[in-house]
């Protein structure tokens, strides 16, 4: 945009390309913001439900940030092709001139039009360049296809690098569309439809496609028309780490709050429609606003993250993890034996007991914890079993605390 000395790239944009650049602004800034929130996510002190909305916002701007990188792109190329065949066509008019008055003229029209010329190249060589170095930043899987072979025409450098990791397929000008959008075995012709959309409607984005057994990526294509060549534009950005992002806690690895509600309120329905049971244990992470307050949150994350890695390592994968909350855990399992998920829970206490010891803390490392089983007369929906178990929890945790009135705060 501003232009550069170290990649020879000039700057000098026309107002067409700078209102576009413009334009696109908001939706880069918007983007930064995002990535700067989710990065900093643990020091604004939001809870990880704020994630989501995050990289909502990132995926809501990308589109917009795309489709004006598109138009920047296809602008240069415009400006360009517009400056080539100025520069032809004067070029044309000097040298006719220049061989009718060649005798008499030479120094006054040959010589100052073959240096006009030159620097008109020049300039056309910049854009060029300028052209390809954006093609290779655009922040995404770039390729552009021959509409009437589907084979290669150009790509950027991200994309040989994704297309060996994603398929084991080294792209080239000979790789076609159909090895690329290869699909699954369960979705025949992947290609052929995806062609036909192209076809009709010309332009689209942020088309989900499952490009292979386990990648799914966003599409989005536009029909570019360059002189009588026909030419397709591909843009593919990995979703699956956006879907992994959106319903696992990065902290604990367990189920985020919306994913692990989902999963509740499905199993909450299966029992009650099969008359099976679901317990729940409410879990909380006793005297962590104290640790943040008292020795920092490095210490506050590195206090979560042993007590996640203990629990995921004691209870086995019939029990499935959810991070409720900033302090809040929720373990659900299917059928269970009240005795067995009791035991569970009460060597989680001290495992962690034993780790607080061993690493010198100068806080006891425990946890408060209460259970609620379905059925039962009280529990309508999968809510009232947390409400149950929450309270079951705080009676837990006051227990605790009137049999140890010293101890630091809970």
């Excluded at 390309?17 to 929130?37: F, G, R």
């Excluded at 591909?234 to 956006?242: A, E, P, R, Y």
Aim: charged share 25%; with cysteine; glycine share 6%.
């Amino acid at each position: 945009r501003y232009g550069s000395k170290e990649m020879h790239l000039p700057g000098d944009n026309s107002a067409e390309v700078n209102a576009l650049y413009e334009k696109m602004e908001p939706h880069y800034q918007a983007i930064i913001s995002s990535v700067d929130y989710i990065l900093n996510i643990a020091e604004l002190g939001q809870g990880q439900s704020a994630l989501l909305d995050y990289v909502l916002k990132i995926r809501a701007n990308e589109t917009e940030f795309l489709k004006y990188m598109d138009n920047i792109v296809f602008q240069y190329d415009h400006e360009s092709n517009t400056k080539l065949f100025h520069l032809q066509v004067l070029e044309c008019t000097i040298l006719g001139i220049a061989l009718l008055v060649l005798a008499f003229e030479w120094r006054i029209v040959f010589k100052p039009a073959q240096r006009e010329i030159k620097a008109g190249f020049d300039v056309m060589k910049k854009n060029e360049e300028y052209l390809n170095q954006l093609f290779e930043t655009v922040p995404t899987v770039t390729i552009l296809f021959d509409a009437a072979t589907l084979k290669v025409v150009k790509f950027n450098a991200m994309a040989v690098q994704v297309m060996e990791d994603w398929l084991g397929l080294c792209l080239n000008e000979e790789t076609t569309f159909a090895e690329i959008m290869r699909g699954v075995d369960c979705e025949a012709n992947l290609s052929g439809r995806l062609l036909e959309k192209i076809a009709a409607e010309k332009e689209f984005s942020n088309l989900e496609v499952g490009i292979a057994e386990d990648k799914i990526v966003l599409m989005s294509a536009k029909t570019i028309i360059s002189g009588e060549r026909k030419l397709y534009l591909i843009g593919l950005s990995d979703i699956t780490t956006l879907k992994q992002v959106a319903t696992f806690d990065s902290m604990t690895s367990m189920l985020n709050r919306r994913a692990g509600l989902e999963l509740l309120n499905y199993l909450f329905e299966e029992c009650s429609k099969n008359e099976t049971k679901l317990a729940l244990c409410f879990i909380d992470i006793d005297r962590l606003k104290f640790v943040n307050d008292m020795y920092g949150h490095q210490e506050g994350d590195w206090y979560i993250k042993n007590v996640a890695q203990t629990i995921n390592a004691t209870m086995g994968e019939q029990y499935k993890g959810i991070r409720y909350g900033g302090d809040e855990i929720i373990i659900i399992t299917e059928n269970p034996s009240l005795t067995e998920f009791e035991q569970k829970i009460q060597a989680i206490g001290q495992t962690l007991y034993r780790i607080g010891h061993d690493h010198f803390k100068p806080y006891k490392m425990s946890i408060s914890h209460g259970f609620a089983v379905y059925p039962n007369a009280a529990a309508k929906y999968a809510t009232d079993l947390i409400e149950e178990a929450d309270m079951n929890m705080y009676e837990h945790k006051k227990a605790k605390k009137a049999a140890r009135p010293t101890e630091g705060v809970c």
